[in-house]
């Protein structure tokens, strides 16, 4: 079972689509050990642009921020403060530190005078939640808990288990203010790892743009992209193959939307892909349909809460959600890999 991250891209970072990809876990290894920082002279650009790639760890995740600028002293600024913006978003919302926000929360079932991150992100996951008829629910980490308990005793939880989780599961739960959070009914908690790395590329990019990048390729475990390369060309991501993990189940060409991916290989509980980290919040299984989920949209936030809430929906009524949504495109690799794309998903063909 993975526990680095809910799923894994293969994101192209310079030159020709699919070349020179970064894969999620294939640079984990060495990204866990402390950050790396290089800049470098690339390719032949009129511009005269040079790369500063930074690699390291938050959320549970792998992150590679990737900066172009004629002065390299400016990449490395920009680079250095997305960073920095990235500890933030961790001391507010991050499941692996005891001192989060988030976990604090969990612990008291209350929070007062929550850091504004806290507070967007939440409030953004209940509008997803409404909007999606609760198939997107923050609320559903007593669901991974006991799914983790029992994968530590080499078990599947048992009915009865995961019928008292779901009792716990419920995202009206959550009342937010910009003063206060609080969490209402017993044994209610949440995790935010179905939105919070989408929120961590959006503000990334956001610090890259203040700094005055305008060439960027950002990945949290969500992928946002700024500019082009330093080709002029667009930048480009594979998206991971769900049964295949040398391959891609597409190429997907970044538009200027950031682009996030929801597998059922990602983090696994039993080897036939059945049961895993996708939860559906009514019954507490996994849903069957659909391998993977792909989503571009305006933000990663958007991007990120709506691929793990149109897996749980399924072909259908995902699809729905997604056409209803401005500005977003979706890539569904069903389970027997019938793929299935909205008009304007900007795959390279």
Known sequence: MSLVSRRRFLAAATGACGLAALGGLGWYASAR????????????????????????????AAVTITALHRHEAVGRKAVAAAFAELDLVERVMSLYRPDSELCRLNRAGSLDHPHPYLVDVLQQARTIAEQSGGAFDVTVQPLWDVYAAARRDSRMPSEAEVAAACRKVDWRRVQVSADAIRLSGEGTAVTLNGIAQGFAADRVMARLRECGIEHALVNTGEVGSLGHKVTG???????????????????????????????????????????????????????????????????????????????????????????????????????????IATDNFPAVS
């Not at 050990?33 to 549970?60: D, W």
């Not at 929801?262 to 919040?281: K, L, M, N, V």
Request: glycine share 12%; charged share 20%.
């Open 233 to 339: 060309e667009p930048w480009c991501a594979g998206i991971q193959h769900p049964r295949q993990a040398d391959a891609y189940a597409g190429l997907v060409r970044l538009d200027g939307r950031f682009l996030s991916t929801s597998g059922d290989y990602a983090t696994t509980f039993s080897d036939d892909f059945t049961r895993h980290h996708i939860f559906e919040p009514a019954t507490g299984r996994s849903p069957q349909a659909l391998a993977s989920v792909t989503v571009v949209a305006p933000t990663g936030m958007l991007a990120d809460a709506l691929s793990t809430a149109v897996f749980v929906l399924g072909v259908e009524k995902g699809m729905d959600l997604v056409r209803e949504t401005p500005g977003a495109d979706a890539l569904l690799v069903l389970k027997e890999d019938t793929r």
């Open 33 to 60: 050990t402390g950050r790396s920082l290089v800049g470098v002279p690339v390719g032949n650009s009129a511009e005269g642009l040079r790369l500063v790639r930074q690699t390291g760890c938050a959320l549970g």
